[in-house]
């Protein structure tokens, strides 16, 4: 089974061969690295940038507005602040043409915590990301789902902004991407490069196949009937041991909805989700003001107020300017499995 990274270089190879993708690029992109998670290894038109987030957003849009389908990466998310007004020229563009203006790029960046990279390596931007209105967002929790939606995302006329999970990006599913062998250490040996010398390397890519994760629609990862977890990104598979494992102790049975779409996010399921069990956590690793599970929350008590047996809940990230080096600072500022488990049994047990 195909990792994450794997599986995001795989739709990019299939996005070459077959979607008209010409122009992959951004710091380290290119040969001999790959991408700091390889997740552009091989790829036969990817090529290395200046250290310019600015200039490697810049020049995907005039690609993009020039009728190309650009796939761009900022190393880390944490360095994408500083082209804020790029990404809303990006998310702007066709809104103000009415429609004339095509701007059919992805943009994509490791985010999130989980690998111990401290202050300026542990950043998430979801929240950012959702006020980017204009720019899709998607963050996947699989490798199956981030195969889908990088050639969703890709055929997209829009811009889509396609955050992967720092932690999650060497994690392994549990289904197979259409074409790929299905012994990892076959696929190992055909699309990652040997240590040392990889000058004379090339891939022997596998025949992948065409398939789309629609963006905008949420995915039960877990089936539930007395409470729904909403969550994304790296704290999906931590809400689905959860719920597993609360199953299997007769604790309660616990609905997680992932999202894998920020903007479009999938309103449909998640009403259907908490019309179902009446109570509801929303669950993600951005700091606690102006979260966009607040959103969610708010929304909820809009308009489902008198479908929920408890109030709903939030756990998130705390608010602090950054995350501490240290395992116990990192742990202490975003949710861990130990928190989730908490949380949910206290939704379960609270009286309705």
Excluded at 82 to 87: E, G, Y
Excluded at 166 to 177: N, Q
Excluded at 219 to 236: N, P, S
Aim: aromatic fraction near 8%; charge should be negative; proline fraction near 6%.
């Amino acid at each position: 089974m195909a990792n994450m990274a794997q599986a995001i270089r795989l739709a990019l190879h299939y996005g070459e061969e077959n979607l008209g993708v010409r122009e992959i690029f951004g710091e380290d992109v290119g040969a001999p690295l790959g991408g700091v998670f390889t997740a552009t290894q091989g790829l036969k038109t990817a090529w290395n940038s200046p250290l310019d987030e600015r200039g490697i957003i810049g020049a995907a849009l005039g690609l993009a507005w020039a009728g190309f389908r650009p796939v761009a990466e900022v190393q880390f998310v944490d360095y994408i602040f500083n082209a804020i007004d790029m990404l809303k020229l990006c998310g702007n563009a066709t809104w103000m043409s009415g429609g004339r203006y095509k701007t059919p790029m992805v943009l994509m960046t490791p985010t999130g915590s989980g690998i111990h990279g401290s202050i300026y390596h542990s950043h998430s931007f979801d929240s950012v990301a959702t006020k980017l209105h204009g720019m899709k967002v998607v963050c996947p929790s699989t490798p199956l789902d981030a195969y889908g939606l990088m050639i969703s995302a890709i055929k997209d006329d829009n811009p889509v902004l396609f955050l992967e999970p720092k932690a999650l990006l060497r994690s392994r599913g549990a289904e197979l991407i259409p074409g790929e062998p299905a012994d990892d250490k076959e696929l190992h040996a055909m699309i990652d490069a040997p240590l040392g010398d990889r000058s004379k390397w090339k891939p022997r890519w596998p025949d992948v196949q065409e398939y789309e994760v629609p963006i905008g629609q949420a995915r039960v990862a877990h089936e539930g009937t007395d409470a729904t977890v909403v969550t994304h990104g790296r704290l999906a598979p931590i809400a689905r041991e959860v719920a597993g494992e609360l199953s299997q102790q007769g604790a309660g049975s616990v609905e997680v909805l992932d999202l894998r779409s920020l903007v479009p996010y999938d309103w449909e399921a998640i009403k259907a989700s908490i019309k179902k069990t009446g109570r509801v956590l929303f669950l993600n690793e951005e700091t606690e003001i102006t979260n966009f599970g607040e959103h969610l929350l708010r929304r909820t008590v809009d308009e489902l107020f008198y479908e929920l047996k408890v109030r709903p809940r939030l756990l998130c990230g705390k608010a602090t300017p950054g995350i501490g080096l240290s395992p116990n600072l990192e742990h202490f500022t975003v949710p861990q499995k130990a928190d989730v488990d908490r949380v949910v049994r206290d939704l379960l047990a609270e009286p309705a």
